[in-house]
């Protein structure tokens, strides 16, 4: 951090700041301007809570210089990260998708589902056996029966399978079946879920919450990352605005600001993005092209019928639409 003194701060309270920089085993660089005196501090401060040094006499303000998060930022990693998702990538040349139901309902509309999008291009199946329902009354899901009908579906395709876990205690079973471990965007910021899927050695699929910024989001990943697991997707799946003619704002400028301050993969889901199917193509497109990972999208066999989320499911043949417009875009930006 930069400690900004005020024009008339004293010797003494210079050298009381100084002092206290050194006491936490930092070094600083003082340069007295012709206005104020400037210390600039040497050494790792994120740490120490800012407002220490803001309430010591003669100080006017303090600037932070490191971005709060560490193991998650580009500067610490500029590559790309690539986490393996069955057989291929994601972060590398290839675009990852993942589609599937909101949540698993039966064995056959899994089933169904699993074999639709994997035709269409597919690379991983989705669907939530607990889901975070607004209310208590909403379908809730299939809890570990839903993770088995998972299971059963990976066994029949081969698709490696996202869901999410919503509380630490439903980790370690969540594990036993998924290959990807979704956090949902109202846990984004559940600090006990994020160290307790951190621990499980799965990947984890980090979902933005509707109400976080992107900083937040890439605090919340280091959370993960920093018990040991560096296998995070980040996805952006629109934010509260106030406009409510579509569900949420996809926040599209999300996936450049993303791709810039952190190494780790970043997809889009414009299902949730938008709320409407008719808008996830174009959205799909519009990530791509922006310079996204991956997309991860809602599909039902019989979005009429669906428990949750049939509004914005697309049917197996607009999906397959999808994919092939994708791949346009895709190809125009040096993908696949
Ligand atoms: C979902 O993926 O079905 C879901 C509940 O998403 P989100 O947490 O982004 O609302
Ligand atoms: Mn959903």
């Known amino acids: 951090m930069i400690i900004v003194m005020r024009h008339d701060a004293s010797a003494k309270q210079i050298a009381e700041v100084v002092a206290r920089v050194e006491s936490h085993g930092l070094r600083v660089n003082i340069s007295r301007g012709e206005e104020r005196t400037i210390i600039g501090v040497i050494g790792d401060d994120r740490p120490i809570d800012r407002t220490q040094f803001e309430l010591l006499d003669g100080v006017e303000k303090t600037v932070p210089i490191l971005k709060p998060f560490k193991l998650a930022s580009r500067d610490m990693h500029p590559p790309d990260s690539l986490v393996p998702l069955d057989g291929m990538k994601v972060g590398g040349p290839q675009i990852a998708l993942i589609a599937g139901p909101c949540s698993v309902e039966s064995r056959e509309q899994i089933l169904e589902s699993a074999f639709a999008v994997k035709a269409a291009g597919a690379v991983a199946l989705r669907g939530?056996?607990?889901?975070?329902?607004?209310?208590?009354?909403?379908?809730?899901?299939?809890?570990?029966?839903?993770?088995?009908l998972l299971a059963e579906a990976r066994e029949?395709?081969?698709?490696?399978?996202?869901?999410?876990?919503?509380?630490?205690?439903?980790?370690?079973?969540?594990?036993?079946?998924?290959?990807?471990?979704?956090?949902?965007?109202?846990?984004?910021?559940?600090?006990?879920?994020?160290n307790s899927v951190g621990e499980a050695g799965r990947t984890v699929l980090l979902k933005r919450g509707m109400m976080s910024t992107i900083e937040e989001l890439l605090m919340s990943a280091e959370y993960i990352m920093a018990q040991g697991n560096s296998r995070v997707i980040l996805c952006e799946r629109g934010i509260r605005t106030f406009e409510r003619?579509?569900?949420?704002?996809?926040?599209?400028?999300?996936?450049?600001?993303?791709?810039?301050?952190?190494?780790?993969?970043?997809?889009?889901?414009?299902s949730h993005g938008t709320g409407k199917w008719e808008y996830v193509t174009a959205v799909a497109r519009a990530g791509i092209a922006a310079g996204a990972d991956g997309l991860i999208i809602e599909v039902h066999p019989r979005p009429e019928e669906a428990l949750s989320d049939g509004a914005q499911s697309l049917r197996p043949d607009k999906f397959a639409q999808l994919v092939t417009e994708v791949r346009r875009i895709a190809e125009a930006v040096g993908r696949g």
């Open 156 to 194: 029949a395709t081969g698709l490696p399978i996202v869901t999410e876990a919503m509380s630490p205690e439903q980790v370690p079973l969540v594990a036993r079946y998924a290959d990807v471990i979704q956090i949902g965007a109202r846990n984004m910021q559940n600090y006990a879920l994020l």
């Open 245 to 270: 003619y579509t569900r949420n704002t996809t926040d599209i400028n999300a996936v450049p600001v993303l791709k810039q301050m952190t190494h780790l993969p970043v997809i889009l889901d414009p």
């Open 128 to 148: 939530g056996a607990f889901k975070p329902r607004t209310s208590p009354y909403s379908f809730q899901g299939l809890g570990e029966k839903g993770l088995e």
